[in-house]
């Protein structure tokens, strides 16, 4: 029970990280851009903000700027080549390009190599990650009912439709694939300074799925479900934590489960039960059940 | 001192092609990756291990552990992929539903592998096809090398027959193609799916436990290495081809026997991924691909 008490701080702290994490992928995955390159950028996050508070000194907001823009400019240069493709490709490229990044971290010495940079000041607590969470959504939101937001609806409904009304789908795609390099950047430049070290193996493709997973089971349809999921199966797998090895398990058949009955996922059963939820639940701009099955960018 | 290089490397290579044919073979009827298939390699290598420790026949293990593979592939078929591939359009993309199911599968399979024989590497016992060591040439080949090199092949040659000589494969074939065309000519689409999830289970099955025999370590988490090797061989190959998939394997495998044998060992992941992100962005076909599929 004392174990249960003394690492709640820690769970809040996952749960941060997890949210940020989630939101990263979602913000892809909610667009039709099957880019699975999250870890990679999470990895580049943390170590960029790492090395801005070890080596500079810098300052922890700096760290964590610093984490989220270097992805999102590494995103840029890799969505110039990347982003041509699509579907399955797409997918099998970016996740190269995580696995690229690990080899490559792993054999500069500079970084410490396997062993990775460890005894890194714990600057981490949760309402920093709170405040960031609530920034990064506040922020989709405004993008949300931005023209922007409209154009980015109107390129996961039908690309070619998109196009022809004017709609610059190379740069759209490229924000896209930005915005989520920046998320899950501040998520990785979060995580490093709350576990006090790091090192490339915490950025393999297991992590990846547990990422894809987050944003699976709380649904897709809005912000909200990304975060829904992250909170709730960070939560479950630490309360089922003293079952040992079978929380793998039942987080496996609790994701099949998902899948296979609720593929709107837990926003969905949300949405399902709830009349009463506040209206920025239910009417948030990325939604599509929100609006009867028909977008705002229709309208 | 090259030769031998090259025969290693094959044999490696063959191992990682039979492993890849079952990703390419799904991927060509169903358009998805089925990344349950890591799980069942493990699971086929496992149950070999766990019978032969327990006296059973070499061969007769070898056959169980091909039997577990295509009921898993079977139970996969009917609990994860089928369902979905019923289901009415849904705001998710299908394909992105059935990967994740695929993972969730694979991560249960895992677990309670993990259950069952806990997190130690289960070994076979010493010699499980006798010593003798064969001097061909400049090669030296030991005996459990040569039978796992001539079970690969015979696999492969099966596999073609299969494929290329069967009414089953020329149905497969079919659907492949495209699924609708083949409804209409009478083919039962959900019965030939159903097959090439148990062919690809059990070729992956097949992998597993030579690859668990030729290294002689078995373990729950042994199908997440090859994992993602598969997944950069079908691309190589070109997806949905399966001499494309063998092609890429053999090529695979001889560039980490000779990245391992004349080049510093820690940087060939990241120079394999390199190499696969760059053809994708220059041929995204791969070697043997159609054209176009990377638009669809």
Known sequence: MLDVLNSHGQLLNAIGVNALLSLGMWITLAHNQEAFAQVGFMALGAYTSVLLTVWVGAPFPVALLGGALIPALIAALVG????????????IATVAFGEVVRGILLNVDAVGGSLGIDSIPVKTTAWKEALAIAAVLYGLWRLGISRTGRALRALRDDEHAAASNGIAVWRTKTLVFCLGAAIVGLAGAFSAHYMNFIDPNQYVFSKLIEIVSFVVVGGLVSPWGAVLGAVVLTWLTELLRWTQTFHVLA??????????????????????LGARLPPAWKWHPWSRQATGGRDHACD | MIWQQVVNGLALGGLYGLFAVGYTLVFGVLNILNLAQAAVYMAGALTAQQLVVRGVNVLAAFFAGLAVSGLLGLLLEWSVLRPLRQRRASLLDPRLLTLVGSLAFAAMLES??????????????????????????????DRLQLVVMLLTLGLMVVLHWVVQRTGTGRAIRAVAESTGHARLMGINVSRVIAITVVLSSVMAGAAGILIGVQSNMVYAYMGRHIELKGLAIIVLGGLGSVPGAVLAGLLIGLAEVFAVGYLVAGLQTAVVFGILMMLLLVRPRGLMGLVGAERS
């Open chain 1, 251 to 272: 987080n496996g058949a609790i994701l099949l489960a998902i899948v296979l009955f609720f593929p709107a996922g837990l926003l969905g059963i949300v949405h399902a």
């Open chain 1, 80 to 91: 110039v080549v990347v982003l041509r493709l699509r579907g399955i490709f797409l997918a």
């Open chain 2, 112 to 141: 309670v592998a993990f259950l069952t024989v806990g997190i130690e590497i289960r070994r076979f016992p010493e010699n499980v096809v006798g010593l003798h060591v064969y001097h061909i040439g400049p090669v030296v080949v």
